[in-house]
């Protein structure tokens, strides 16, 4: 038995010995008053007065225990405490009446020996219906009554009084073996009726748990009997079906239900033991039809006799949906609604195919729009979202019905045009025609929130099918032709040739060459000073070059587009600040950079607004120990524009750790006065192209002196770049531009040679 168990066990058998005792303890005593009357006139008075205070003062005490015991009911708890002092009292009391046999017992009176034999005779059988309940307690208690009995009378030394003793002893043994197997009996009952109660919670609490799964699953389950009649559901099931309780409850299935396939599957759970319905299901008692899948499951007897069944309805309307969604955007684009690329490249698969088999030409077009980076990160990109829609529904609404349309991500969309011509010749008039007539309805005026907006796209074309080409060689000249519109100035369509496929492998090309030269460490910088007209150094450009092992020096102009595009900028821009402010400690240790002078990197939009590119240059100025105060960052005017709104913050963030900021090439670009305005920047550099315009110093250029007088009026230091003649100082000097950049001055010099200059205190002697 589990220890838990016979704990209950034992606090119920405690609970039966103080239930049981009160009567026999109240009867015991009146025994013994009678007893005393009787033997009044046998016995010594003395000792029976003595026998009768012992034994009145311990049924007092018992008596009070069964009281208190009572009083406590259910508050019961440490049953060993109750059970030592009962056994204690019924020890006592035992005790008290096996004396009687020593000290009140009549030696000369028969009649009087006899009733004291059958009182305590029957005191010992009386306790054995009341004390049964625990073993210890009834073999304890009929022992120390009795065997002091059997002594007595084996003591008298008589034939009678041995026999009578033998009796006794009898009698003792068979009372103790009743006792045992009554209170064996007793304590087996206990346990089948506490296993019995905790069977019926385990089965209560079973109940619940099924009745609570039952009513609130989230799938409709009901119980139908042998003749498939349904005998109860939960509220899901009537959900599903758009039914109610009293409609459904009592309808035989095979009567009423139309749908063949629900109806065998109803008949298979009956019949073989299950069944499986999986379709739309019309409710033959409510009006709803849904998708559902049912599971029908047989309930049996314990002679496998089949008594009904439990169905399991599960209503998969929304996991249809949900895959019907998750099928529809694997193969469209959300945004538009036009196939994507992966439903293109089936569809222009197919065509090639069937173009080959039917020996027609089809064309390809791709199409990218012009500046829309621009609109999207300057008016916001539910702006450009708005604009991509309104460019999808006029590329469908301007091809064939026979045509597709796609976009493959980005502002980039294709179009496949199918059966042209048999001619490739008369294909390409056709295809022109329709790319012509494609660029002026995209590029018609619209109003998106407020704001009327245009913007033209550049188209690629290339015809198929073409030998041994499968659908990525098309792509790939079609997207090759498209930046070959893009080279000619935008808003276009140019055809694919193979010059354009010459210049698409050397990009490719190129590309692999810039990552090799970032692993070889092929990238250097070369610095540019910035000098005022005396030609003292106040600071200098870093410029990037590429030490290529077979071309030499390469210009950045030839493959930074490239590294914008593959998304190396990022990781060659770190290596420029890094590269940077390693020659700035350097310099700084040997003491050749003086307090205001300043080393530039330029830093792209696409580094900038990088989230962490504040914390990226506080890592480089702590790995490589360059103070600030001499590293400045340049970013183009267009960056300005295009980085996104925390630029104020960043460039703030910056300064306070003593970085200054220009703004390069000045004046190209499209910001506002205001906005300008609102940037903490640290100087303006006008921009070549400007400086370049002084041909003659005898008339202002209006362009140059307004970026001089606004960088004044702003409190910006301004700097010159590109001066190459003596005119171009003469005049900035006199428009008050007091620092200067150009060949006039020096070429960009590796860092060996700058640093030889640096050490110098002139670049040369120039006067004005």
């Known amino acids: ?326 099928q529809y955007y694997a193969s469209y684009d959300s945004l538009t609604g036009l196939p994507n690329r992966r439903l293109l490249l089936e569809y222009l698969n197919n065509e090639i195919a069937r173009s080959r088999r039917h020996g027609h030409y089809g064309a390809l077009l791709f199409l990218d729009l012009d500046n829309f980076k621009t609109i999207n990160d300057s008016l916001g990109h539910s702006v450009g979202d708005e604009l991509l829609k309104v460019v999808a529904d006029r590329i469908s609404e301007c091809i064939r019905r026979e045509d597709t349309a796609a976009r493959m991500g980005g502002d980039e969309f294709i179009i496949i045009l199918t059966e042209l011509d048999t001619s490739i010749g008369l294909a390409a008039h056709k295809v022109r025609g329709i790319a012509e007539e494609l660029c002026l309805c995209v590029s018609a005026p619209c109003k998106i929130e407020g704001r009327d907006l245009q913007i033209t796209p550049s188209v690629g074309v290339t015809l198929f099918p073409k030998d041994d080409m499968g659908v990525d060689d098309i792509l790939k000249q079609a997207d090759t032709a498209m930046y070959r519109a893009k080279a000619a100035g935008r808003n276009a369509v140019h055809f694919f040739l193979p010059t354009m496929q010459e210049a698409a492998d050397e990009r490719l090309r ?47 102009g030839d493959f930074l587009e490239i590294a914008e595009e593959t998304g190396l900028m990022l990781e060659i821009g770190q290596w420029v600040l890094r590269e940077a402010c390693r020659n700035i400690k350097k310099w700084m240790d040997a003491g050749l950079l003086g307090e205001a002078q300043t080393i530039s990197v330029n830093i792209s939009g696409k580094e900038f607004d990088v989230p962490d590119f504040v914390a990226t240059v506080s890592a480089v100025l702590s790995e490589t120990g360059a103070d600030p105060h001499h590293l400045g960052i340049e970013l183009t005017e267009g960056s300005l524009v295009s980085t996104g709104s925390d630029i104020v913050q960043k460039i703030r963030l910056l300064q306070q750790m003593g970085i200054k900021f220009s703004v390069d090439d000045f004046g190209t670009g499209y910001s506002s006065l205001s906005y300008l305005q609102s940037l903490p920047l640290n100087t303006l550099k006008i921009d070549r192209s400007f400086v370049n315009d002084i041909k003659d110093a005898s008339h202002d250029i209006v362009l140059v002196d307004t970026i001089i007088m606004m960088a004044h009026n702003l409190g910006l230091e301004v700097i010159a770049e590109g001066v190459e003649t003596e005119l171009e100082l003469g005049y900035l000097n006199r428009k008050g531009c007091k620092v200067y950049q150009g060949y006039y001055f020096s070429k960009p010099l590796p860092v060996e040679s700058f640093t030889e200059m640096i050490e110098s205190t002139m670049v040369c002697d120039i006067h004005i």
């Open 1 to 326: 038995m589990l220890k838990h168990t016979a704990t209950k066990v034992f606090r119920e058998q405690v609970q039966l010995l103080f239930a049981n005792s009160m009567v026999p303890v109240i009867f015991s005593v009146v025994c013994a008053a009678l007893l005393c009357c009787a033997l009044w006139a046998v016995v010594d008075h003395s000792v029976l007065v003595g026998w009768m205070a012992v034994f009145f003062s311990v049924s007092t005490l018992r008596i009070r225990l069964l009281l208190h015991f009572a009083r406590q009911g259910a508050k019961v708890v440490n049953e060993d405490y109750w059970y030592r002092r009962f056994l204690i009292g019924t020890y006592a009391i035992a005790t008290v009446w096996g004396a009687a046999s020593f000290f009140l017992f009549p030696t000369d009176s028969l009649s009087h020996q006899v009733m004291l034999i059958v009182i305590l005779i029957g005191m010992a059988g009386g306790g054995v219906f009341s004390l049964c309940p625990v073993l210890p307690v009834i073999t304890g208690y009929v022992s120390l009554l009795l065997l002091p009995l059997t002594i007595k009378m084996l003591t008298l030394g008589t034939g009678e009084g041995m026999f009578k003793g033998l009796l006794v002893f009898l009698f003792w043994a068979v009372t103790l073996i009743g006792a045992m197997k009554i209170s064996k009996n007793l304590q087996e009952n206990i346990q089948l009726r506490l296993q019995s109660i905790d069977r019926e919670k385990i089965l209560k609490v079973s109940e619940q748990r099924y009745r609570h799964i039952f009513i609130n699953a989230p799938l409709g389950i009901f119980h139908y009997d042998a003749d498939s009649v349904i005998v109860d559901c939960n509220e899901e099931l009537l959900r599903i079906l758009g039914s109610t309780r009293e409609l459904l409850i009592g309808v035989k299935m095979i009567d009423v239900l139309q749908e063949q396939k629900m109806l065998r599957a109803i008949r298979d759970s009956l019949t073989i033991g299950e069944g499986y319905y999986e379709g739309s299901y019309t409710s033959v008692t409510g009006d709803a039809t849904r998708p559902i899948r049912a599971f029908l499951k047989a309930i049996s007897l314990l002679d496998q006799t089949i008594a009904g069944g439990v169905g399991i309805v599960e209503d998969f309307t929304e996991k249809k949906l949900t895959e019907e969604q998750i």
């Open 510 to 556: 190129l590309n692999t060459e810039i990552r090799k030269a970032l692993e070889e460490k092929q990238f250097v910088l070369f610095y540019q000073p910035q000098v005022d007209s005396s030609g003292k150094v106040l600071g200098a450009e870093a410029l990037l070059r590429w030490r290529h092992p077979e071309r030499g020096i390469v210009p950045p």
